[in-house]
């Protein structure tokens, strides 16, 4: 006989724990904690099964490969590789805001025209989803069709009857199993529910496309688990306050995840962005005190952003320093460099940066630009017009090369500027604009 082993689980979060609390460890929350059904130890080990059937990768019949489908929205088809692949499973994840339902509305929209689309409305009512689809103005056909339910089974025997070429799925959060105890959203229940639809739509070889919502922390609410039971994982990120969004591809089983799409929302929904880089810069005030050009890599798509910086004296006793945009943590440490290596001192100054556009700033080469917006914001001289700047600024205040700097530089080349100044690189190609390489951040800033 098995031991028998007591566990008592959070009906929140569904952390478990050998004992009981008043209080869950995890999520924080009181009363939530209640005995679980015992959890058996190890068995004894099952019967030998018979081997399987091996066969060689080369012998492979190549028609039966995953194929693109078209899915008549450019931005879909673009991230993804050529379209959607059938019976693959999608995740959109972004916060509240972002236009994820948006997104999928256009989608079901354009493809509706040729296709039998399934929208399952989990958390709006039918009547809000058709509101929306007749604000984007792109005609309802009588391919699309809706499901108000959210429990997975239902979703399931649906698919099977009506089979549709495309299934959206608003959101897997709210999506419920009888399988597993717990309320629609917690841990187990989105488990469950995505591997049982995901199931599903191999089977019946539908695409199916899922709203992920995040956390606070830009984590993929829900288990970990969830991102590898699907095949491609699309990030919808920006402020919500500001027009741009970025849609990336973080996995991407069927295509690269080099490709990133720079989006522009308005109410007729959202659109590709042409030209990023002068997008990003249009309106840019000239010959302005703390403000410098830098290129980021999204993918292996350039963007040139305007990096802002606003110093001034401290009106407390400690300093005050905000980032926009940015990592507030490697600004504190460019400070600290600044001070340190190029005799900018900001020890005692309030320190405000910013990056223009909404965006989030992670790659390191925007330490350079960043740096030199905060020069020129002390020393209240504005930069030359038609220089750029792009590195990681080390500890040492050494400047370290950064990926793909012949993209960076053709990309501000293209935009009109004259100069750059960037760290020592090997093999060099420009033409027609001046590079200038420095090994530190002080040559860099005289």
């Not at 059904?37 to 190890?42: N, T």
């Amino acid at each position: 006989m098995a031991k028998q082993i007591p566990v008592y689980v959070c009906s929140k979060c569904d952390a478990q724990s050998p004992k009981w609390s008043g209080r869950c460890s995890v999520c924080d929350a009181w009363g939530s904690i209640s005995k679980d059904p015992v959890i058996p130890g190890p068995e004894e080990p099952a019967a030998k099964s018979a081997p399987g059937d091996i066969k060689t990768f080369a012998g492979l019949d190549q028609t039966q490969q995953a194929l693109h489908e078209p899915t008549g929205f450019d931005l879909m088809d673009l991230i993804l590789g050529g379209g959607l692949v059938k019976g693959s499973v999608v995740l959109l994840a972004g916060e509240p805001g972002m236009g994820k339902s948006t997104l999928l509305s256009q989608l079901a929209l354009l493809m509706s025209r040729q296709k039998k689309i399934l929208y399952i409305t989990g958390e709006e009512s039918p009547y809000q989803v058709q509101l929306r689809l007749s604000r984007l103005n792109l005609g309802l056909t009588e391919n699309l069709f809706f499901l108000n339910d959210t429990r997975a089974e239902v979703i399931i025997s649906t698919l099977e009857k009506e089979t549709p070429q495309l299934t959206i799925i608003d959101s897997i959060q709210s999506i419920s199993t009888d399988n597993v105890p717990g309320e629609a959203g917690s841990l187990s229940q989105v488990k469950a529910g995505a591997a049982l639809l995901t199931q599903a739509a191999k089977k019946f070889n539908t695409t199916l496309v899922m709203v992920g919502q995040v956390t606070k922390d830009g984590d993929i609410a829900g288990p970990r688990a969830l991102e590898h039971l699907v095949d491609t994982v699309l990030s919808l990120e920006g402020e919500r306050m500001h027009r741009f969004r970025i849609l990336r591809a973080i996995k991407n089983r069927f295509g690269s995840t080099d490709q990133t799409v720079l989006l522009d929302m308005d109410d007729k929904g959202l659109r590709i962005v042409s030209d990023p880089s002068e997008a990003l810069l249009e309106g840019r005030a000239a010959n302005t005190c703390g403000s410098a050009i830098g290129c980021l890599l999204e993918g292996r798509r350039p963007l040139l952003v305007e990096l802002q910086a606003l110093v001034t004296s401290a009106g407390y006793s400690s300093p005050v320093r905000r980032a926009t945009g940015l990592d507030s943590s490697r600004l504190n440490m460019l400070l600290a460099v600044l001070t340190r290596h190029a005799g900018v001192m900001v020890y005692d100054k309030d320190v405000f940066a910013n990056a223009a556009g909404g965006l989030e700033v992670k790659d390191p080469a925007a330490d350079l630009a960043l740096a030199a917006a905060i020069a020129s914001a002390v020393n209240k001289k504005p930069l030359e017009p038609k220089t750029a700047y792009f590195g990681e600024v080390g500890l040492t205040g050494e400047l370290r090369p950064v990926a793909l700097p012949d993209l960076r530089i053709k990309e501000f080349k293209r935009m009109g500027f004259t100069k750059v100044i960037c760290p020592k690189i090997k093999n060099i190609k420009a033409q027609d604009i001046q590079v200038i390489q420095c090994e530190t951040i002080k040559q860099a800033l005289n």
